[in-house]
């Protein structure tokens, strides 16, 4: 259970520490809006989890 409670935490502070970087990195530039870089953080988001998943699948 330790070990699930530490990756479950990891994997978070990862998301919210590339989401919080790249909130800074546009912060300042004008021809970048936030609402397109969240919407690019959370398909490339997506994007992955569905690569990992599919992994586990088999089509039968």
Known sequence: MRTFW???GGGMALR???LGALA???YGR???SF???LLSYVFALLALLMTLE???L???
């Open 35 to 37: 609402e397109a870089l």
């Open 58 to 60: 088999r089509i039968k």
């Open 6 to 8: 530490w990756a479950f």
């Open 16 to 18: 919210a520490g590339v």
């Open 24 to 26: 800074v990195w546009g």
């Open 30 to 32: 004008e021809s970048a």
């Open 54 to 56: 599919m992994r586990h």
